[in-house]
């Protein structure tokens, strides 16, 4: 045999057992298949649960119905004293004319007593006389009367001694119910002039009710406002 015989042949051995190991063995029982991919259609998971928040639920506050109690400040407590009759709607007899503003100095009467000394209030450019007395005086309808309290300068809040000036409204007094908030009245007594600062007003229904606790502050005027009876409070500066 020639070399080229030779190289040939051991070509051919080479070959044949190249193509013996490269051939496909027979099938492994044991191998595990590989999964399928996933398809192409929509996702089979079920949507996730939409969360939600529960419902609040608040009780509503009840505001508490207006009270008429009159506004009285932290530091002036109320007094307790009945009031005059307001309840008359026009004078039972002609109003007497109003006498002039006296000079606030002492006086001696014809019995030689020494009469009580002249007391004057102003409110803006409007005077009055202010005297002591009673339902009779008030009906009178001449001056302004001090119903209650202790003599002015004297006054205090705070151990419920109020000085109360009323007046028919009829009489020309009316104002002492509707005057403003921080409104000065100004009270000349023979020995000093005493400020007051109004600080609130109460109304209260029907005219000559009872005025029972309706009087707070060093002073109180009182007066009708209509079918209805108001007061003024005020606080000494």
């Given at each position: 045999m020639?070399?080229?015989g030779?190289?040939?042949a051991a070509?051919?051995?080479?070959?044949?057992?190249?193509?013996?190991?490269?051939?496909?063995g027979?099938?492994?029982?044991q191998?595990?298949?590989a999964?399928?991919?996933?398809?192409a259609?929509?996702?089979?998971r079920p949507p996730?649960?939409?969360r939600?928040?529960?419902p609040?639920?608040?009780?509503?506050?009840?505001?508490?119905p207006?009270t008429?109690?009159p506004?009285?400040?932290?530091?002036?407590p109320a007094?307790?004293l009945?009031?005059?009759?307001?309840?008359?709607?026009?004078?039972?007899a002609p109003?007497?004319?109003?006498?002039?503003?006296?000079?606030?100095?002492?006086?001696?009467g014809s019995?030689?007593?020494r009469?009580?000394?002249?007391?004057?209030?102003?409110?803006g450019?409007?005077?009055?006389?202010?005297?002591r007395?009673g339902?009779?005086?008030i009906?009178?309808?001449?001056?302004?009367?001090?119903w209650?309290?202790?003599?002015?300068?004297?006054e205090?809040?705070?151990?419920?001694?109020?000085?109360?000036?009323?007046?028919?409204?009829?009489?020309?007094?009316?104002?002492?119910?509707?005057?403003?908030?921080s409104?000065?009245?100004t009270?000349?007594?023979?020995?000093?002039?005493?400020?007051?600062?109004?600080?609130?007003?109460?109304?209260?229904?029907?005219r000559?009710?009872?005025?029972?606790?309706?009087?707070?502050?060093?002073?109180?005027l009182q007066s009708?406002?209509?079918?209805?009876?108001?007061?003024?409070y005020l606080?000494r500066?």
């Amino acid at each position: 045999m020639t070399a080229r015989g030779c190289v040939a042949a051991a070509l051919s051995v080479v070959c044949a057992a190249l193509l013996t190991g490269c051939g496909a063995g027979p099938a492994d029982p044991q191998a595990v298949r590989a999964p399928a991919p996933p398809s192409a259609g929509p996702a089979s998971r079920p949507p996730a649960p939409v969360r939600t928040t529960p419902p609040v639920t608040t009780t509503p506050t009840r505001t508490p119905p207006p009270t008429r109690t009159p506004p009285g400040p932290t530091r002036r407590p109320a007094t307790s004293l009945s009031g005059p009759d307001f309840s008359r709607t026009t004078p039972a007899a002609p109003p007497a004319k109003r006498s002039p503003t006296p000079t606030p100095v002492a006086s001696t009467g014809s019995d030689g007593r020494r009469a009580a000394p002249a007391i004057t209030l102003r409110i803006g450019t409007w005077s009055a006389r202010i005297v002591r007395g009673g339902q009779d005086t008030i009906d009178a309808c001449r001056d302004a009367v001090q119903w209650a309290g202790p003599d002015f300068g004297n006054e205090d809040g705070y151990k419920m001694r109020t000085i109360v000036v009323v007046g028919h409204d009829y009489c020309g007094f009316s104002q002492f119910a509707t005057l403003p908030v921080s409104t000065v009245v100004t009270v000349e007594t023979p020995r000093t002039v005493l400020r007051y600062k109004v600080y609130a007003r109460h109304l209260t229904p029907g005219r000559g009710t009872p005025a029972h606790g309706l009087y707070w502050g060093d002073l109180t005027l009182q007066s009708c406002v209509g079918p209805d009876t108001g007061f003024t409070y005020l606080m000494r500066t």
